[in-house]
């Protein structure tokens, strides 16, 4: 007779059309079926569907209740707080179906995108608690953290940290940041990012005078409309200047919600220079399809964080655009420090000679890019030989 499958349950905010997080789980997806091929997989994410079909794993939506705009607001506030206790003994349930319960990457503690703290935060916690009271394995597997200026969020990611069995970080800031939230923990590793375990695109020609933008409609939460506008203008600003200067450019996304802006930024900089003008919008809604992208370029302009892990993946000099310091400490490591600025405050003048000098970075730049991945992928290996005596058999 055949000993039991290993049950792993793979938990996170995938299935929402962020192509980074998507990237991260088809990255661990894979190296979870090479390493334990008979383990039987079961997804728990926010978009059960959509990750059924882009990753051909059978999921559970998350939450019990999911807003879907049609209620008044008053029934919608009761409905969403009567899901949240029904949460409990659902979660209860799901999670005793499981052997191992797996939080693969992406930024799950990270709070810069205004997480709200009876949304993820509640449901990691609910999870990780729940498996732990089911006797069930827990990981957090290289996953990125900040610290909450919220304390039912700064609370909730203490003690989803505590419970966990496996613990990682993808960079040590990370692993400071929950220290200083009032979780340390002696045994938290540090690994590179999980997408750096896809596979790097294949050599396509490169445009030298091509650049690739990446758009993110960044809010701020005090004043989003102002915010996504003065964006707006400061890359159509940007797009018209490397055209005016003799370059290409093609704008990519890092969430499918990213399109609309970037198809914006595209027509207003054609008004502005001309329907001929040599600006495009990439409509590339996967990883693979934005390392391609990168692959084809001279120059990537990022401001996702899986944009930057695009470009280096790709081998192409980045620029970094970004709303966290991660894309600053990510490029700091693959040797390409200082070429980083905030997306909420761009000089465009030196964003542009950031860009020329990526443009003509030399050998030296190739060169420590790729010994930095190769030393990625070691450090991934050693990563999933440790998560093996979580996962089991």
């Known amino acids: 007779m055949s000993p039991p499958r290993t049950r792993v349950g793979v938990f996170g905010y995938f299935g929402m059309g962020n192509i980074g997080n998507?990237?991260?789980?088809?990255?661990?997806?894979?190296?979870?079926?090479?390493?334990?091929?008979?383990?039987?997989?079961h997804a728990f994410v926010a978009g059960?569907?959509?990750?059924?079909?882009?990753?051909?794993?059978?999921?559970?939506?998350?939450m019990a209740y999911r807003p879907?705009?049609?209620?008044?607001?008053?029934?919608?506030?009761?409905?969403?707080?009567?899901?949240?206790?029904?949460?409990?003994?659902?979660?209860?349930?799901?999670?005793?179906?499981?052997?191992?319960?797996?939080?693969?990457?992406?930024?799950?503690?990270?709070?810069?995108?205004?997480?709200?703290?009876?949304?993820?935060?509640y449901w990691m916690f609910l999870a990780v608690a729940c498996s732990r009271l089911r006797g069930?394995?827990?990981?957090?597997?290289?996953?990125?953290?900040?610290?909450?200026?919220?304390?039912?969020?700064?609370?909730?990611?203490?003690?989803?940290?505590?419970?966990?069995?496996?613990?990682?970080?993808?960079?040590?800031?990370?692993?400071?940041?929950m220290a200083e939230s009032g979780a340390p923990r002696g045994d938290a590793l540090v690994y590179p990012d999980l997408a750096f375990g896809l596979p790097a695109p294949a050599p396509r020609p490169r445009r030298r005078d091509l650049v690739v933008l990446g758009?993110?409609?960044?809010?701020?939460?005090?004043?989003p409309d102002g915010a996504?506008?003065?964006?707006?203008?400061?890359?159509?600003?940007?797009?018209?200047?490397?055209?005016?200067?003799g370059r290409?450019?093609?704008?990519?996304?890092?969430?499918?919600?990213?399109?609309?802006?970037?198809?914006?930024?595209?027509?207003?900089?054609?008004?502005?220079?001309?329907?001929?003008?040599?600006v495009e919008a990439c409509d590339a809604a996967t990883m693979g399809a934005l390392l391609d992208e990168a692959a084809g370029a001279g120059v990537v302009v990022a401001s996702r964080f899986h944009h930057v892990v695009a470009g280096v993946l790709a081998g192409t000099p980045v620029v970094s655009l970004g709303y966290a310091e991660k894309n600053a400490r990510l490029l700091a490591e693959v040797g390409l420090a200082g070429a980083s600025q905030r997306i909420d405050d761009i000089d465009l003048g030196r964003l542009l000679t950031e860009i020329d000098r990526a443009a003509s970075s030399g050998p030296a730049v190739?060169?420590?890019?790729?010994?930095?991945?190769?030393?990625?992928?070691?450090?991934?290996?050693?990563?999933?030989?440790?998560?093996?005596?979580?996962?089991?058999?």
């Open 136 to 177: 069930r394995r827990v990981a957090l597997v290289a996953v990125g953290a900040e610290p909450a200026r919220d304390r039912v969020t700064r609370t909730l990611h203490a003690w989803t940290v505590r419970l966990a069995h496996h613990v990682s970080y993808r960079d040590t800031a990370s692993r400071a940041a």
């Open 22 to 41: 998507e990237g991260t789980l088809a990255a661990f997806l894979s190296a979870l079926r090479s390493r334990h091929p008979g383990a039987d997989v």
């Open 248 to 278: 290409a450019v093609r704008t990519i996304v890092g969430d499918l919600a990213d399109l609309p802006l970037a198809r914006e930024i595209v027509a207003r900089s054609q008004s502005r220079a001309g329907r001929s003008c040599p």
């Open 68 to 121: 879907a705009g049609t209620l008044p607001r008053a029934a919608d506030l009761v409905v969403k707080a009567l899901s949240r206790v029904w949460d409990v003994p659902r979660t209860f349930r799901a999670m005793g179906s499981l052997d191992v319960l797996v939080v693969p990457g992406t930024g799950v503690l990270e709070t810069a995108l205004l997480t709200q703290p009876w949304s993820l935060p």
């Open 366 to 393: 190739s060169d420590a890019t790729a010994e930095a991945l190769e030393r990625f992928r070691k450090e991934l290996d050693d990563l999933y030989e440790v998560l093996s005596t979580v996962v089991g058999d």
């Open 215 to 223: 758009v993110m409609r960044y809010d701020v939460e005090d004043d």
């Open 228 to 245: 996504v506008e003065r964006y707006a203008s400061t890359m159509t600003d940007l797009v018209c200047a490397l055209v005016g200067s």
């Open 48 to 62: 059960p569907a959509e990750v059924e079909q882009e990753h051909g794993v059978p999921a559970t939506r998350l």
